[in-house]
């Protein structure tokens, strides 16, 4: 019999001002612990509660974007008393000390998606590793400073509509739960009999694959858990992928094995699309989208015969007597049949069926031995997650609106590229830069001759972009000849060069055509200027120009570089080789490397590269990344309307803030000539 429904619906608006004596960033800890909280209060509050938190963004609409709660409790699973218990905690919990919770008074805003044209789902990065057919689905690593404002950035700047939706549901499902576990104990004890046999040699997959499966299996079984669903619904199907990109480099921290997280995308015309699309009109949890890799036969297959240990002796030529056989003659005679390829969800009554037998015989003992487990019973747990994991997602965003920075704030020099230009451009030549002004108004000047390469960071929409045009601007002012090229993954930052300076300006937009790219551009200038300096018998670029060689410097930018670990193995290992061979080699040969990203971590840029980049300009980012760059929190710190203000540390090792100028840009409704770029390009 299907269940009824209720719902509650709550708008979820920001309280201006807070009552609070403690410190702005003690505060802002204070406010994300009461929503990791509520998060582990939740889980204790009823079985098959559906609690779903939404970001709906129409440009037409104002505000553009609105911050929804809405909650589905099924009418036969909750009493009067757990009813009660969920109101007071939303609305006189700690968490209204933060935001107001307004009552909505239907559902019916929500169920009015035609306009949605794709979905897109964040999942558990989960893989099976040929040959040794390991299956590995990846916990979250939460990272609790999230605040989402480097996700409502991004959502601000799209032109359709788009809603973000985390949605979690209480886990009960007792029959599915016995075979997740069975299989997490007979996955452990297979991959100790694969080590066993290693003859002592060290297998890093083997120990990452055991590690993992220890941490489900002592966590999982005893914790309460949630089914989660994080997904995009867009209007406009390139729009989905950056929001939960940007979602994802927030929510979670990186860890040494890799990813964590995958984002699977449909449209309309592709299947669980439509069932996906009424899970979120019903406050529901839909797996209709899911990873392809369960299409392989191996997910079929029993954990005992799926990973084996190397073969000896005669097993190299079959018949190894140490392996379970895949359908053992006693659990072939209760199997029941399979119907359009195997899942969890089909067989959920199989524990049921095995320990039928209760008479005290022989055959009764023997089917209380749990069944031989196989690879697609561990499908379930790419779709679950604990508080803690899923804690980092589930965030309600912490508006500039909460005077929380304000109550210490100071005010802040404002610089403009004007007048920064008019009055100190005296200081700009080949070999220098201004990279801003200090907290005293003072221009803060940077030299490419003494600190080649420089590592720029920041979250959308706190200044990165306009401080790279400001670069730009005075590399070609200082250096007419100079050719700057630019992998721009963003696509819509620097168009305006191409425009007005396609002498001086190379730009590529896509990972496919960056490998050619790149070739060029160490073929053309970095190794050009390494036989020029074999030719003269220099050793820079100074000597070069005093023995009359017209050679001004190079600058290569990497806007957006989070892209690059999204490109082939080939292609990283090319970037990679050639970043560590310029970070060598660049600053003698007047080759300059400026390395862009939001979120810098292993996966990105090796510290290699990262150590080579001796000049550090953060942007506003989360403490966690700014501890990450600086090793310190300064760069977190920033408030987001600080928008241009951002730590810079030299080779040094010394930390200061600097106030990067605003530089305007020729658009269509600014003329060329009421911007600082009339100085480079000659008048028509």
Same mark, same amino acid.
């Given at each position: ?100 919770? %307004?009552? $909505?008074?239907?559902?019916? =805003?929500? @169920?009015?998606?035609? /306009? #949605?044209?794709? !979905?897109?789902?964040? &999942? ?42 985390? %949605?979690? $549901?209480?886990?009960?499902? =007792?029959? @599915?739960?016995?075979? /997740? #576990?069975?299989? !997490?104990?007979?996955? &452990? ?496």
């Amino acid at each position: 019999m299907k269940k009824t429904s209720y719902f509650w619906i709550f708008e979820i608006s920001h309280k201006r001002t807070i009552q609070d004596n403690t410190r702005p960033t003690e505060l802002r800890k204070n406010l994300q612990q009461t929503q990791q909280q509520l998060i582990s209060s939740i889980s204790n509050l009823g079985t098959n509660l559906t609690i779903s938190l939404r970001y709906i963004y129409d440009p037409d609409q104002s505000p553009k974007l609105k911050t929804y709660l809405l909650i589905n409790r099924p009418h036969n699973t909750q009493t009067a008393e757990h009813s009660e218990q969920i109101l007071s905690l939303l609305t006189k919990g700690k968490l209204s000390q933060f935001f107001t919770l %307004t009552p $909505q008074p239907n559902l019916t =805003p929500f @169920q009015n998606l035609d /306009w #949605v044209q794709t !979905i897109a789902e964040i &999942l558990k990065h989960e893989e099976f590793i040929a040959p040794q057919n390991y299956y590995l689905p990846h916990l979250f690593e939460a990272n609790q400073t999230n605040d989402m404002s480097a996700v409502c950035d991004v959502i601000h700047r799209l032109d359709s509509k788009l809603i973000l939706e985390i %949605t979690l $549901q209480t886990y009960d499902n =007792p029959n @599915q739960k016995s075979l /997740w #576990v069975n299989a !997490i104990n007979q996955m &452990l004890a297979q991959l100790d009999k694969v080590n066993a046999n290693t003859s002592g040699i060290k297998d890093n997959i083997l120990s990452v694959t055991s590690a993992l499966y220890q941490k489900y299996q002592q966590s999982y079984p005893n914790s309460d858990l949630f089914q989660y669903s994080i997904k995009a619904l867009a209007e406009n199907r390139a729009d989905a992928f950056p929001v939960l990109d940007a979602l994802i480099h927030e929510a979670i921290k990186e860890t040494p094995h890799g990813k964590q997280c995958r984002i699977i995308q449909v449209s309309k015309d592709r299947p669980g699309f439509y069932e996906s699309l009424e899970a979120t009109k019903n406050v529901d949890i839909s797996s209709a989208i899911e990873w392809e890799g369960w299409h392989k036969n191996n997910s079929q297959m029993s954990i005992a015969n799926a990973i084996q240990p190397q073969k000896k002796g005669l097993g190299k030529f079959g018949g190894d007597s140490g392996s379970l056989p895949d359908k053992p003659s006693f659990y072939h005679q209760n199997q029941p049949p399979m119907i359009g390829g195997v899942n969890s969800e089909q067989n959920s009554n199989l524990p049921q069926l095995y320990n039928a037998v209760s008479d005290g015989s022989g055959l009764a003992k023997l089917s209380s031995t749990p069944p031989p487990s196989r690879m697609v019973d561990l499908k379930p747990l790419h779709r679950l997650a604990t508080a803690q994991e899923i804690s980092g997602f589930f965030r309600i965003a912490v508006s500039q609106e909460i005077s929380i920075e304000n109550m210490t704030e100071k005010s802040l020099p404002v610089a403009n590229a004007e007048d920064l230009f008019n009055h100190h451009r005296n200081l700009i030549d080949a070999d220098t830069y201004i990279v801003g002004i200090d907290d005293k108004g003072n221009p803060v000047p940077s030299s490419w001759a003494e600190i080649p390469h420089r590592l720029v960071a920041g979250v959308p929409g706190a200044g990165k972009s306009n401080f790279l045009n400001w670069v730009i601007f005075q590399f070609i002012y200082a250096n007419p000849k100079g050719k700057i090229y630019i992998a721009d993954f963003a696509g819509v930052d620097f168009n305006f060069l191409v425009k007005y300076l396609k002498d001086n300006v190379e730009i590529v937009t896509t990972i496919e055509e960056c490998q050619l790219f790149v070739e060029k551009l160490h073929t053309d200038e970095y190794q050009r200027r390494i036989e020029l300096l074999k030719q003269y018998e220099v050793q820079n670029i100074q000597q070069l120009k005093e023995q009359g060689v017209d050679i001004p410097r190079t600058l290569w930018i990497i806007d957006e570089a989070a892209a690059i670990a999204r490109a082939s193995d080939k292609l990283q290992r090319i970037i990679e080789n050639r970043l560590i061979q310029y970070a060598n080699q660049g600053r003698k040969c007047g080759f300059h490397v400026i390395f862009c990203t939001q979120r810098p971590t292993s996966a990105i840029i090796s510290n290699q590269v990262l150590d080579s980049c001796e000049e550090k300009i953060v942007f506003r980012v989360t403490e966690e990344a700014s501890g990450l760059i600086l090793e310190n929190s300064l760069a977190g710190t920033i408030p987001k309307k600080a928008v241009g203000r951002a730590v810079l540390r030299g080779s040094e090792g010394d930390n200061i803030f600097v106030n990067t100028p605003y530089i305007g840009i020729p658009r269509k409704t600014v003329s060329l000539q009421d911007t600082l770029w009339r100085h480079l390009v000659p008048e028509p």
